[in-house]
């Protein structure tokens, strides 16, 4: 038996921050929380903080048990599988039984999900040196003090970028970052920078562009007894994101059609992953990567935007692949329920109205967790026209009414 953790409250646990999430994003989370059931065998665990109900359930999901207090493993020990290694998620597995070699070192973890780690892959294929600032080498550049800040966000405006943005050391979906053009901070801004730049290992600057198009790519980092390593490439997704970069969804197609498109990027993170596992890591990378026009018009692809050392929505947009009939493709998103009435018996109509009457729904997370309705659901959307897919998830992020 597998107990899974969804501690989608990953990165704040593994820097231990003393943070207390809102009652919104706890319920964000208990939301988000039985969809880690998709990795599950059946009769696994997933530990939700709080009751699933299985009225309005989805077929995706059966196949799994939810508890919201952690089971007891028995004489067999359990193998425990996070969302993402933390102190929290080490002691539950310890606890289950589960043998310590089994575990990474949180070090690892830690050094694999920092921009520090990731600043050493983010090299650019395809495109024009004399249209990048930094070259093919480095899409962007770690900066250290204020005078390096401002010395390279000119260089960026040199080269064509006036937009730019700037990471900390952690710093994933989006999240807790800076983005602005010029030199020119306002008091808000200048106080972000100054309070990053306190960190000894800087930020990451880089310049801000649109990304033509963007994948998930999806590995595993196996090691097994005798500690040697294998490492496999579990598939690609398309990733949508919305206007500030925030995952939206994913594209799935079978085939190999994704990972064939996007070889360059899979050769590459195949080298990232070999580094993480000779720094102590094994277990899932997620790494994203995306294709864009530099300053020059060229397409270029950016083969290592962010490493996550975790599970991630991609890899579990993966599982759904395997419901795609031959020829069929698949856009499974996160949506707002308040904005369809009658959801989710009335998705077929609301398709019909929007104009994709091709396009088949099913519904992949629980209506009722915690005895509340959810606010947020996801839905595997599938059809044969990837272009229709596409202006669907337009759709879906744009303002609309409920009828």
């Known amino acids: 038996m597998k107990l899974l953790i969804p501690n989608f409250n990953f990165e704040d646990q593994l820097l231990q921050r003393a943070t207390k999430p809102t009652p919104q994003t706890h319920r964000a989370l208990a939301e988000l929380a039985p969809l880690m059931a998709l990795l599950a065998d059946n009769g696994d665990v997933v530990q ?8 309005q359930f989805p077929p995706s999901l059966n196949h799994a048990k939810f508890s919201v207090e952690q089971p007891t493993c028995g004489a067999d020990p359990c193998r425990v599988l996070p969302w993402g290694w933390t102190r929290e998620t080490v002691e539950s597995a310890i606890a289950c039984g589960m043998p310590s070699q089994q575990i990474p070192s949180l070090d690892a973890v830690r050094l694999i999900n920092s921009r520090e780690f990731n600043a050493r892959f983010d090299e650019v294929a395809d495109g024009n040196r004399q249209h990048l600032p930094f070259g093919t080498a480095s899409f962007g550049t770690e900066c250290f003090t204020l005078d390096e800040w401002q010395s390279a966000v000119k260089k960026l405006a040199a080269f064509g970028y006036d937009r730019w943005a700037a990471k900390p050391q952690f710093s994933h979906a989006g999240r807790n970052r800076l983005l602005a053009q010029g030199t020119s901070l306002n008091p808000a801004q200048l106080g972000w920078l100054n309070k990053q730049l306190r960190d000894p290992r800087g930020v990451y600057l880089e310049p801000w562009v649109q990304p033509l198009e963007q994948a998930g790519l999806q590995f595993e980092v196996i090691r097994d007894e005798a500690g040697g390593v294998n490492i496999g490439c579990v598939g690609v997704t398309q990733l949508l994101t919305d206007h500030v970069g925030r995952y939206f969804g994913s594209l799935i197609q079978a085939g190999g059609i994704q990972e ?8 590459y993170g195949h080298r990232v992953c070999r580094e993480a596992a000779a720094a102590g890591y094994f277990g899932p990378i997620g790494i994203d990567a995306f294709q864009f ?8 692809t950016r083969l290592c935007n962010d490493i996550n050392g975790r599970y ?5 947009a993966l599982q759904l692949r395997k419901k795609l009939p031959p020829g069929q493709t698949g856009l499974w998103c996160q949506v707002a329920t308040g904005r369809f009435s009658g959801f989710p018996e009335t998705l ?9 009457p091709d396009v088949e729904a099913e519904v992949t997370s629980p209506q009722v967790i915690g005895n509340a309705s959810v606010a947020t659901s996801t839905v595997l959307f599938a059809g044969t026209n990837k272009g229709a897919l596409l202006k669907l998830a337009e759709t879906l992020q744009a303002p609309r009414k409920t009828k």
Do not use: Y
């Open 260 to 267: 064939l498109k996007w070889q360059t990027a899979v050769d």
């Open 48 to 55: 939700c903080p709080q009751a699933v109900d299985r009225t």
């Open 293 to 300: 026009r530099d300053s020059g018009g060229a397409i270029a």
């Open 312 to 316: 991630t929505m991609g890899r579990l």
């Open 348 to 356: 077929p109509e609301w398709l019909q109205q929007w104009g994709f």
